[in-house]
């Protein structure tokens, strides 16, 4: 019985990994999470960011109310991402490099507010 | 049980062999010595392993997974799946795992009674029996065949470089694509900053990312490097060529040769394998791809791509035994200018490939 929830495990894991996987630019891809001041106060955010081999662009949100990024840059040495959009800021370091699943974890301000965010590649 | 340190790294070959990045398992800076009886041989790709049964010195019992390599490799060395059985005392020297866990990579093993000497080195380590020499075969109307000559069986087997680094580069690199100094990344391909710690941090964590590692297919040049070898199947009539890998994942690969454009509307959902169109150049298969998806890691060792990706891959044979590879690797969105890599790989003559899947070791894998 363990052996075989253990082998269903293992095949999932397998099914989830091929069907996510993304081993390019490190930020390509669709993001989602939240960020806000408190644990009870979170603002969804989905982020679409692509590498066009000279700059990441994309949108915050993408639909009628979409935030175009202005700017998101790296410091490849600490895996510190920096994302500017018209009112945002956020700085986060990426986390779990090496997943599909990454994240980014940091700070973010809008509209004089700020809090923390955290966004995981779907 | 016996613990001491080597002090030195062990052979390269000893890794040649393995599916998974075996450096992220096993810690090759020490050796353990293993006396106990074998419980269970998993003969299975691409791995096998013979759980032996050992006391710990005043301890309880513990049941060591021993990875005995691959079994098509150990078969062609002479360790056949009735070899070793349960029941029998063995002696087995091997390199333990990083993680302390019970599991070990075989280097010696002997039988204990009585005392016979079963298998010494490693499974990918067998030296390919001698060959005789000829020219390339041709069809008919003189074109170079990349396949077998008329009649004849064999396939193509072991690459002469299991990584890919740039032509004219001279560093030291593992077979599974680890550098031995990570100061030498800047010379192995010339990387766009975002591709450079993508690959250091690939390197650093000792490969243990490997998509290849689940079994997910290895694209791009990476397919020309994988245990297990490869076939071409030339249907001229029908304006193409299958590529078919033994190894991996064994799946296949079509190059069209009827004149078709690049990149078909049909094709273009990013793939494994991408799109191919061939071409010859008097005694060269020409192939340009395009359609390359980014879930797979284009050689041993973590080098990166996007769907950017551009191949220009050249294969000749300059005799019977030898298949020279060459490729172009044109991504401007992860390398700064495009580069070359190239290697060969040895013709095995009068056999056909074997049944291989990486899927098939799941249990021996991830279960004890």
């Known amino acids: ?122 | 049980m016996k613990q001491f340190v080597l002090g030195a790294l062990i052979a390269v070959g000893a890794v040649a062999h393995a599916q998974l990045p075996v450096p992220a398992l096993y810690d090759e800076w020490r050796r353990v010595t293993l006396d106990g009886v074998v419980t269970r041989v998993a003969w299975a790709n691409p791995r096998a392993y013979v759980f032996v049964d050992v006391r710990e010195p005043g301890g309880p019992v513990s049941n060591w997974a021993i990875e005995i390599g691959n079994p098509l490799d150990l078969e062609q060395r002479g360790w056949l799946r009735t070899t070793v059985r349960a029941g029998d005392s063995v002696s087995v020297e091997a390199v333990p795992a990083r993680d302390n866990a019970k599991r070990a990579l075989l280097s010696t093993f002997w039988k204990t009674s009585p005392r016979a000497r079963v298998f010494s080195g490693s499974a990918a380590t067998a030296k390919a029996a001698p060959t005789a020499a000829g020219p390339a075969p041709r069809w008919p109307d003189g074109q170079v065949r990349l396949g077998p000559p008329a009649g004849r069986k064999g396939y193509w087997g072991a690459a002469s470089l299991t990584t890919m680094i740039e032509s004219a580069s001279k560093i030291s690199v593992r077979a599974d694509g680890l550098l031995a100094n990570l100061s030498d990344a800047d010379r192995v391909a010339p990387f766009q900053p975002w591709a450079r710690a993508v690959y250091l941090h690939r390197q650093r964590t000792l490969l243990r990312d490997d998509p290849a590692a689940r079994c997910l297919p290895t694209g791009g040049p990476r397919q020309f490097h994988t245990p297990n070898g490869f076939q071409f199947v030339e249907q001229r009539d029908l304006g193409r060529i299958l590529v078919l890998f033994g190894g991996a994942n064994r799946n296949w690969r079509i190059i069209y040769t009827d004149g078709r454009p690049l990149g078909q509307a049909a094709e273009a959902v990013p793939s494994y394998y991408g799109s191919s169109v061939g071409r010859w150049e008097k005694d060269a298969l020409v192939v340009e791809s395009v359609g390359y998806n980014e879930r797979f890691w284009m050689t041993n060792g973590g080098l990166p791509h996007t769907e950017a990706l551009r191949l220009v891959e050249r294969f000749s044979r300059p005799d019977l035994n030898t298949l020279r590879y060459e490729v172009t690797v044109d991504d401007p969105r992860t390398y700064t200018r495009p580069w070359r890599s190239e290697w060969t790989v040895r013709w095995v003559p009068d056999r056909e490939i074997e049944e291989f899947f990486c899927e098939e070791n799941v249990e021996s894998t991830f279960i004890r």
């Open chain 1, 1 to 122: 019985m363990r052996t075989r929830t253990f082998v269903l495990a293992a095949a999932f894991v397998v099914f989830t990994a091929s069907t996510r996987a993304q081993e390019g630019h490190p930020l390509t891809g669709t993001w989602a999470g939240d960020w806000g001041p408190a644990g009870a106060q979170r603002t969804h955010i989905t982020m679409v960011m692509n590498w066009d081999g000279k700059a990441v662009t994309g949108v915050i949100n993408p639909g009628p109310d979409a935030i175009s990024l202005t700017a998101v840059s790296v410091d490849w040495g600490t895996w510190t991402v920096r994302i500017d959009a018209k009112g945002v800021a956020a700085e986060g370091r990426m986390e779990d490099i090496g997943s599909s699943h990454r994240r980014i974890v940091g700070t973010w301000s809008q509209g004089g507010a700020k809090g923390d965010f955290t966004l995981t590649r779907d």
